[in-house]
């Protein structure tokens, strides 16, 4: 088969397609014909060097998939050869073929096309294990998305909606946060114009966000924590403003507040497999019923990923940015 590779980690033109062994099948896997992909922040981290895949994990990189199964492995049940479905994957989706544990495995919702589907696997994992499954945003509450233009944002803010949560967003710019509105975002701060702690304040009668879901990391820390609402919930799922911050203790501790940081790439298949049932059950009907989508800023050619990447790295996109297989 072909993938990605990065023979030496550097810019997007560290990206090359070239030929590589077949992926070998293990007990409980299927092997997946990959039709497409989708670019996620980890993999520009992982062509520079920064990122290494867990171990065992596939060296291409490509964290969720959509494609065909092409052979089921021993003690599978359940998935048959031919079966249309999307995959999240601790590396290998840039390739023409994937192993994937059974357990990551999700079919195509009824009504989405198979490249879309790509663009599902990531985000609704990502989204639903922090802000429902760890953080237990409720109806009536209010979650704060940072990032809300993002491929992990517009999952976050059509999720909260639907469960009848309110949603403030920050992004760059007004061009982002009218894309945010249209997906239902209630409270748009333009986080270079703007200070998020203040606007959300205002916004809650002074209570502040509920859940914060923040991909900023260490710049943010304080002003989060200031931004929570008593019994507010923390969950950090990026460091894009780096990885060590000082917390004020005290005013955590005032708020009875918490903090919960996850990567979702180097948890075991077990606690995989559990969030992508989740989403199976929680996530999909709701997509089936038209009530959130996937949101599709590009799709270039996987043999072409740099191009994706430097997407990615421009920030110009909203949403997500696919690659799709020929
Ligand atoms: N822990 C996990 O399991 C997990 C899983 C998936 C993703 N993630 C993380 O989630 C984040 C989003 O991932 P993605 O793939 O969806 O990336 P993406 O689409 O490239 O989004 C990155 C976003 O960061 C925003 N941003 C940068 N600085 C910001 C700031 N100071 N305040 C608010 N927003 C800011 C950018 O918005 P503007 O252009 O508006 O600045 C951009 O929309 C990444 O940090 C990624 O590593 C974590």
Same mark, same amino acid.
């Given at each position: 088969?072909?993938?990605?590779?990065?023979?030496?980690?550097?810019?997007?033109?560290?990206?090359?397609?070239?030929?590589?062994?077949?992926?070998?099948?293990?007990?409980?896997?299927?092997?997946?014909?990959? /039709?497409? =992909?989708? &670019?996620?922040?980890?993999?520009? @981290?992982?062509?520079?060097?920064?990122?290494?895949?867990?171990? $065992? !994990? +596939?060296?291409?990189?490509?964290?969720?998939?959509?494609?065909?199964?092409?052979?089921?492995?021993?003690?599978?049940?359940?998935?048959?050869?031919?079966?249309?479905?999307?995959?999240?994957?601790?590396?290998?989706?840039?390739?023409?073929?994937?192993?994937?544990?059974?357990?990551?495995?999700?079919?195509?919702?009824?009504?989405?096309?198979?490249?879309?589907?790509?663009?599902?696997?990531?985000?609704?994992?990502? /989204?639903? =294990?922090? &802000?429902?499954?760890?953080?237990? @945003?409720?109806?009536?509450?209010?979650?704060?998305?940072?990032? $809300? !233009? +993002?491929?992990?944002?517009?999952?976050?803010?059509?999720?909260?909606?639907?469960?009848?949560?309110?949603?403030?967003?920050?992004?760059?710019?007004?061009?982002?946060?009218?894309?945010?509105?249209?997906?239902?975002?209630?409270?748009?701060?333009?986080?270079?114009?703007?200070?998020?702690?203040?606007?959300?304040?205002?916004?809650?009668?002074?209570?502040?966000?509920?859940?914060?879901?923040?991909?900023?990391?260490?710049?943010?820390?304080?002003?989060?924590?200031?931004?929570?609402?008593?019994?507010?919930?923390?969950?950090?799922?990026?460091?894009?403003?780096?990885?060590?911050?000082?917390?004020?203790?005290?005013?955590?501790?005032?708020?009875?507040?918490?903090?919960?940081?996850?990567?979702?790439?180097?948890?075991?298949?077990?606690?995989?497999?559990?969030?992508?049932?989740?989403?199976?059950?929680?996530?999909?009907?709701?997509?089936?019923?038209?009530?959130?989508?996937?949101?599709?800023?590009?799709?270039?050619?996987?043999?072409?990923?740099?191009?994706?990447?430097?997407?990615?790295?421009?920030?110009?996109?909203?949403?997500?940015?696919?690659?799709?297989?020929?």
């Amino acid at each position: 088969m072909h993938a990605i590779t990065i023979p030496q980690p550097g810019g997007p033109e560290a990206l090359i397609w070239a030929e590589v062994p077949d992926p070998a099948l293990g007990e409980g896997e299927v092997l997946v014909d990959v /039709v497409a =992909s989708a &670019v996620n922040r980890a993999d520009l @981290l992982q062509r520079q060097g920064y990122y290494d895949p867990p171990p $065992g !994990a +596939s060296p291409y990189p490509g964290l969720e998939c959509s494609g065909r199964i092409a052979a089921v492995g021993p003690g599978v049940s359940g998935w048959a050869v031919g079966d249309e479905v999307c995959a999240l994957l601790a590396g290998g989706g840039y390739a023409e073929k994937v192993a994937v544990p059974a357990g990551q495995l999700l079919p195509v919702p009824q009504g989405m096309d198979l490249v879309t589907a790509a663009a599902l696997p990531e985000v609704t994992a990502t /989204v639903w =294990s922090n &802000v429902f499954m760890i953080a237990h @945003l409720r109806p009536g509450e209010t979650l704060l998305v940072h990032g $809300g !233009a +993002s491929g992990i944002g517009t999952m976050a803010v059509q999720l909260a909606k639907a469960v009848g949560a309110r949603v403030a967003v920050t992004a760059g710019g007004p061009e982002k946060l009218a894309r945010c509105a249209e997906l239902g975002a209630d409270i748009l701060i333009d986080y270079r114009e703007q200070d998020f702690v203040a606007e959300i304040r205002k916004a809650t009668d002074g209570a502040g966000a509920d859940v914060i879901l923040d991909i900023v990391g260490a710049k943010y820390l304080d002003r989060n924590v200031k931004a929570l609402a008593v019994n507010g919930r923390l969950a950090v799922i990026g460091l894009q403003g780096g990885v060590k911050g000082e917390l004020n203790l005290a005013a955590l501790l005032g708020k009875r507040g918490a903090i919960t940081a996850t990567s979702l790439r180097g948890r075991p298949p077990g606690e995989k497999a559990a969030i992508v049932a989740a989403v199976r059950e929680h996530v999909w009907p709701l997509i089936e019923a038209g009530r959130v989508r996937a949101v599709v800023d590009r799709t270039v050619r996987l043999r072409e990923a740099g191009e994706g990447h430097r997407v990615l790295e421009a920030g110009v996109h909203v949403g997500k940015v696919l690659l799709v297989a020929e």
